[in-house]
């Protein structure tokens, strides 16, 4: 597929012969227990921003906020921060990698440019982790594909599923608590025809656009009920072109903290809207399917 809107991007050379991880999901599928597990794995860089949300600020069909009006924001924090702004930006990370992110807004080299900065010569994979990528969509993924084509380097891609009832619940109630307004946990029958939520439960979808999209070879799918093992965590660090090494798996990160029982009503409609998920997935991955999903 040809994008004659893709820019001329320039060449990094500080990134040559390393290899670029995209997680892309699934959201609630702990993609934040994944980012700080890679960070601190051997010859592997994260980006200080968990979620770079670059790719979805050009496809954003199924969005869920102005992400670029985030960084904006998360920006504007930092420079209020105490002390001097110049002193606070020169010692602190997450100040550096905000201005890099607000760059992005009107510049596309700053993608690969962040990650040529904080990369070193011993790093050989460095990390985008943003849930929201599952929702790209065909042309979305064809263009991530092309868009780092521009550079020599070697994309691979991660996408984490979850039981599809349990995943759901787990999005609204932290919808909920990020926004009480929304209030998906009463409303939940408004949150099953939402389109930008539907869309994050479309495993189908997301499965078939990347099978479509990326080789084989370069595509990992796992399992957040068996994350945990020792087989998943290999596959993992393989990916990644590291060592497996200790995996704290008693602490949760960005763990919802509204906690609340989903009603009856709510999870027979949500089972008859996932249904044609469970069903693809089983037919796609067979005994990989961990026991503990749904009927």
Known sequence: MMFPNMPNLRHY????????????????CA???IYNYLAKRDGVTVSPLKELHFFNTKFTAHALGDMDGLALRRLGF??????????????????????DRAQMIYDDNAYFGHFARIVDPQTRTFCDVTPAYSV???????????FCASQDIRLKVLFVMRDPLDRLWSQLRHMTQGNKTTNFVEN????????AICARADYRGTVTD???TFPEQDVLYLFYETLFTAGSLQSLCALADTRP???????????TQLKAEMPGAARAAAMELLAPQYAFCRARFGADIPEAWQA
């Open 188 to 195: 939940w029958a408004k949150a099953l025809t939402a389109p």
């Open 13 to 28: 050379p500080e990134l040559d012969g390393k290899t670029l991880l995209i997680c892309v999901g699934a959201m609630k």
């Open 245 to 255: 090494g200790p995996a704290d798996t008693d602490t949760r990160q960005n763990e």
């Open 31 to 33: 993609t934040s227990w």
């Open 78 to 99: 930092h420079i209020e921060q105490p002390g001097e702004a110049p002193d606070n930006l020169r010692r602190r990370d997450g100040f550096q990698a905000s201005v």
């Open 210 to 212: 990347l099978d479509q």
């Open 136 to 146: 790209l969509g065909p042309t979305g993924f064809e263009y991530m594909r092309a």
